[in-house]
């Protein structure tokens, strides 16, 4: 049980040229096992939303609520799984998916060893798990850093572009990873990307954001059959969904680059 | 079948690290005899030349004496068998412990408080707008400028000694400390707290490893300084220590002394710093090669 919801939640930021809204009135209902991704333009706060979803940053207005409690610091309810690969380069892959479970906040969780093993099985890592993070390939320290998350079981996953650094080949492959570890775990999951394709593919729900100031757009119900396999890339379904979405980005993408 | 297919995509993109983090080996075959050779060429000439001048008569015996009867007076000062050293045989040992040991707790307790400091103010704006100003202007005192001082107060003995070898051990420590906490990868830091760490365990598991090859660049440095201010501490507040026995052969003429006690404290220092390299080598295995900072 774990749904999110964002109420009128907006956040400012002081700059030099005075305040800068980054996110204004926004409203967002995630609900529970839903796996919802979150599609714009840079700039139009959509990590913004996720880091303060994350407890990272606190929002200036509004309320931010998972399972009906108030976000107010990060946690281990919260899993988040961040661009830059947070992997601690002093671990081997099998003590950094260790490190949150040895942590106390977690002590709760028993058979700590049985729960690494099984994730080093499930992400495919288990004959590299004596690798230090720099022996590995990218697709491989994301899958250990997701790894890493998962061994902490938490109730929601929050995805920062996890896969933008990945060339589109393991970007691909990792994508049906995340798939296959959802349809097992189903756990509730908010993904951001700028990946349009990346968006309906995985997605249950897209929601379209608009910048300057950051908002909901659109929200767009993808409703193409589970399981999914890449040849729905080809799918007029998938086609006629990923246009409207460029459509709604690219207008909103052209129109804040006129007005800037 | 997923799983399957990410991870043979996955090892073809692998690397041995030998292979990825060494440059590759100009000659396949190098034989420790072309090798010792490389290391020993420049030592070897600089003896040659050394020995030449003195014997054809360029610069006199009594101020630099050829290596050779360097080496006989080292052997005297080490083991008092020959008594050319006359009344310095003997003594080598008791002066190398004497500064060794000054070296070593000067450098424990600048090294001690300058990590401790650079930790606080890494961690806390407070703390470096407390502690900034007096570091910077202290920082740029050259700790000679404190033997003064440190005579009046401590009189003559270890401790002014100890007290300008930790000085000098202290500022490169505490510099470099502050800097390997600025430098931790922020999204560690992230992770860290999203986990659930609390910052006992934010400290000590991530903070202070991740800091710790910087720390260790201080900590080289330091050891550095410390071998140079020691030989300054017993030229001038002790009777005892290689620096004392440089000086005092000196005020006798003993050029061949003087330089038996350069030699001594260049090589000590130089164990020394390999006993930091040794350590940091094995504590920071997984910072040899280009660690992975967390780009993809």
């Known amino acids: 049980m774990a749904k999110i919801e964002f109420r009128g939640v907006s956040k400012s930021y002081s700059s030099r040229n005075g305040n800068v809204l980054a996110l204004s009135k926004l409203d967002l209902h995630v609900a529970d096992e839903e796996l919802v991704t979150i599609v714009g333009a840079s700039g139009c706060g ?21 399972d009906d409690c108030e976000v107010r610091e990060p946690g281990p309810d919260r899993g988040v799984i961040f661009q830059q690969t947070a992997l601690f380069p002093w671990l081997s892959v099998e003590q950094n998916i260790k490190f949150g479970l040895r942590l106390r906040a977690n002590a709760s969780i028993s058979n700590a060893d049985a729960v690494v093993q099984r994730l ?10 004596d690798r230090l993070p720099a022996e590995l390939s990218g697709g491989m320290r994301q899958r250990a850093a997701i790894a890493s998350v998962l061994a902490i079981n938490p109730k929601v996953l929050l995805m920062d572009e996890p896969f933008g650094a990945l060339d589109s080949l393991t970007r691909s492959v990792m994508q049906d990873f995340l798939l296959e570890l959802w349809d097992t775990d189903r756990k509730t999951v908010l993904l ?22 950051g908002r909901v757009c659109e929200v767009i119900d993808v409703k193409l059959p589970r399981p999914r396999h890449f040849d729905i ?21 052209t129109a804040t680059a006129l007005t800037e | 079948m997923l799983s399957a297919n990410g991870s043979s995509s996955v090892k073809l993109a692998v690397k041995p690290i030998s292979q990825s983090v060494m440059p590759a080996r100009k000659f396949a075959v190098e034989s420790i005899l072309i090798r010792a050779f490389q290391y020993g060429i420049f030592p070897l000439v600089l003896l040659i030349i050394w020995q030449a001048v003195t014997e054809f008569g360029w610069v006199k015996r009594n101020v630099i004496p050829p290596p050779l009867e360097v080496l006989a007076i080292w052997y005297d000062l080490i083991t008092g068998s020959t008594q050319e050293a006359a009344r310095y045989s003997g003594t080598w040992w008791d002066h190398a412990f004497a500064s060794t040991w000054r070296v070593y707790a000067g450098f424990g307790w600048g090294v001690a408080l300058g990590v401790i400091l650079g930790l606080l103010i890494g961690l806390s704006q407070v703390v470096e707008r407390m502690f900034d100003v007096t570091l910077q202007v202290l920082r740029n005192i050259p700790v000679t400028a404190w033997v003064p001082l440190a005579l009046v107060f401590f009189g003559i003995g270890n401790a002014p000694a100890i007290f300008l070898i930790g ?6 420590t505490v510099i470099n400390t502050t800097l390997g906490v600025r430098q931790i990868n922020p999204t560690l830091i992230k992770a860290s707290l999203m986990m659930g760490a609390n910052n006992h365990e934010l400290l000590t598991r991530v903070i202070l490893i991740g800091s710790l090859p910087s720390i260790f660049a201080g900590i080289r440095l330091s050891m550095g300084i410390a071998w140079v201010l020691v030989v300054v501490a017993e030229m001038l507040a002790v009777r005892s220590g290689l620096g004392y026995l440089l000086n005092d052969s000196y005020q006798f003429y003993r050029n061949d002394v003087v330089i038996a006690s350069m030699l001594s ?26 660690a992975f900072n967390g780009e993809n």
């Not at chain 1, 990307?193 to 608009?210: G, P, Q």
């Not at chain 1, 007029?236 to 909103?252: A, P, T």
Request: hydrophobic share 45%.
């Open chain 1, 233 to 253: 890339h080809s799918d007029s379904k998938f086609i006629e969904l990923r246009d409207r979405v460029r459509d709604v980005v690219r207008g909103e993408a």
């Open chain 1, 120 to 129: 080093l099985q499930r992400t495919g890592l288990a004959a590299f798990r």
């Open chain 1, 46 to 66: 959509k990590s913004t939303l996720l880091s303060m979803l994350a407890g990272f940053d606190k929002p200036t207005t509004g309320q931010i609520l998972v």
């Open chain 2, 167 to 172: 000085l000098g051990a202290f500022f490169p």
């Open chain 2, 265 to 290: 404290i260049g090589m000590l220092g130089y164990l020394s710093d390999r006993l930091v390299v040794f350590l940091r080598d094995h504590l920071l295995q997984w910072n040899l090669g280009e």
């Open chain 1, 192 to 213: 951001v990307t700028h990946d349009i394709d990346e968006a309906i593919y995985l997605a249950d729900k897209t929601i379209v954001m608009s910048g300057h100031p």
